[in-house]
Structure formats: C-alpha cells, structure tokens
T-cell receptor, first 115, second 112 residues
Framework: DAGVIQSPRHEVTEMGQEVTLRCKPI?????LFWYRQTMMRGLELLIY????????DSGMPEDRFSAKMPNASFSTLKIQPSEPRDSAVYFC?????????????FGPGTRLTVL | QKEVEQDPGPLSVPEGAIVSLNCTYS??????FMWYRQYSRKGPELLMY????GNKEDGRFTAQVDKSSKYISLFIRDSQPSDSATYLC????????????FGAGTRLTVKP
C-alpha cells in the first residue's frame, strides 16, 4: 500500500484566498484524522471521521475551516478565507478500527504558507 | 499550563549514548501513552505504545509510564545517528482514545 497520500505537498497562497488540502487514506481504514502542526502549538487534532462521518470537530479553530469526507477514499480540509496565522503543516492520518493500540498512519503533510 | 509538557530540547548526544526523553501530563484520565518519531519534513510514525502504568521494551527502546507521578519516559540504548529525529509523546483517555494530545516534541541529534 502507498500509505496515506496528501496533496499538495506545498502550498503558498495570499491572505484571503481559499485553500483546499486533500487526503487519500489507506484503503480499508475506517478512521481519518486531520492535524495541524506549528512550532508554537505543536501537533493538534482538528477533526476526525469514522466511516466518512465527522465524529469530533472540536479542534477546528474557527468557521473558516471546514472538512468533508464524501467517500471512504477521499477527504478535504478547506480554509476560506485563509490568514497568515493558518501557516502550518497539515497532516492527515488514517487508522483501522477503534482499538487504541491500532496505529494511526500519518501522511507526509502539506506545508501551507499564507502570505 | 499545557495538558502535556515536553522539553523541546534540542538534545545532542554521541553515538552509543543512552538517551532519556520525558513528558509530564496533568489529565489523570489519560490511559494510553504513545511515543512517535518524526524525521525532518515527514509525518510522525508510531514507535511505542503503552497502556496504563509499567514498562515496555522493544529492541533498543524502552517506554515507562508512572501514572502516580503523571510522568512518562522513553529510553534509547546504544543510540545511532539514524535515531536523530524529533520524538513526540502522545496520550489519550479511555473514553476517547482517538483524541490524542501531543507533547511539543524533543529534537534529538546523535553525533557519529
């Protein structure tokens, strides 16, 4: 398996623009997670899905952020409008099953820079 | 006070040294404790998983959890240059094990 796939790997945009980050989880995994990593705040959970349904979005910073999972093999994280403080590395991860010792597999991340 | 505290380092050691990495936490509900390794410009990968208190050993790596002190540790024996990475502790509670809380990460360099 190719692992979790994220695109784009790098994104540079201007303040106010819409940004869409994409994720393809590992085939067969029923949990999908979106994280944000910054120097100041570390790695933070934004939202996670189970069987394409959002379960916990309490980590989404504000209404400018939205996430969807239209099917088992694709998810998007959208920021509209983007702001410089959204600059971070965004990771997608997927997992098989609820058991806590089942590993979350992380993608390579999307490095977002908002000018 | 952050829920999970981890010294960001950086930590530099010679090859072959024993490395000790630590985290403290404040939420007594945490039952699951993980250590992730993150190479530069890569996603984190799970290194060790421990449930509740005790020790777990896997090759050169040993994870320890002391719930009474709310303190967890990762020891690396015979450290290698390939161990150079950022190590993140993570933990979650029994009722929502998918909501992992991460430490800031400790950046480790092992010099040949």
């Amino acid at each position: 398996d190719a692992g979790v796939i994220q695109s784009p790997r790098h994104e540079v945009t201007e303040m106010g623009q819409e940004v869409t980050l994409r994720c393809k989880p590992i085939s067969g995994h029923d949990y999908l997670f979106w994280y944000r990593q910054t120097m100041m705040r570390g790695l933070e959970l934004l939202i996670y899905f189970n069987n394409n349904v959002p379960i916990d979005d309490s980590g989404m910073p504000e209404d400018r952020f939205s996430a969807k999972m239209p099917n088992a093999s694709f998810s998007t994280l959208k920021i509209q409008p983007s702001e410089p403080r959204d600059s971070a590395v965004y990771f997608c991860a997927s997992k098989l099953g609820l058991a806590p010792d089942n590993e979350q597999f992380f993608g390579p991340g999307t490095r977002l820079t908002v000018l | 006070q952050k829920e999970v505290e981890q010294d960001p380092g950086p930590l530099s050691v010679p090859e072959g040294a024993i490395v000790s990495l630590n985290c403290t936490y404040s939420n007594s509900a945490f039952q699951y404790f993980m250590w992730y390794r993150q190479y530069s410009r890569k996603g984190p990968e799970l290194l060790m998983y421990t449930y509740s208190s005790g020790n777990k050993e896997d090759g050169r790596f040993t994870a320890q959890v002391d719930k009474s002190s709310k303190y967890i540790s990762l020891f690396i024996r015979d450290s290698q240059p390939s161990d150079s990475a950022t190590y993140l502790c993570a933990m979650s509670a029994l009722d929502n094990n998918n909501d992992m809380r991460f430490g800031a990460g400790t950046r480790l360099t092992v010099k040949p």
